[in-house]
């Protein structure tokens, strides 16, 4: 079976579109589908718990516009904001270290 060669490795596309990890650019990006991701994730674990966003910034001590901005991954929260809005939608965190 012969490879196809119009197809890449996400990884190549990646390193097409922005740049080889590593460079500024790659980075950047890295860090906007990080905050993107992590608003994702906390907006479906709000809905599990059929929680109105409202409720989450009054539980958070935060506003309505703060929780909507993380969730779509308009900002990226504090790690002290971070973990209020995971402690209140009852999930932990926890830190541990990548293996070699």
């Known amino acids: 079976m ?12 990646l390193a ?6 590593g460079t500024p ?5 890295d860090n906007r589908a ?13 809905k599990q718990e059929h ?6 910034a009054k539980r958070t001590g935060t ?8 969730e779509n991954g308009v900002i990226d929260p504090t790690i002290s904001s971070f973990i209020k809005i995971i ?3 009852g999930l932990k965190f926890e830190l541990s270290r990548a293996l070699a």
């Open 2 to 13: 012969q490879a196809n060669p119009n197809l890449s490795s996400y990884s190549a596309v």
């Open 63 to 70: 506003t309505k516009s703060y929780i909507s901005r993380v």
């Open 87 to 89: 402690n209140a939608l």
């Open 51 to 56: 929680i109105t966003q409202v409720e989450l």
């Open 25 to 29: 650019e790659r980075e950047a990006f």
């Open 34 to 46: 990080r905050t993107y991701y992590m608003g994702l994730l906390l907006q479906t674990a709000r």
């Open 16 to 21: 097409d579109k922005y740049g080889a990890v």
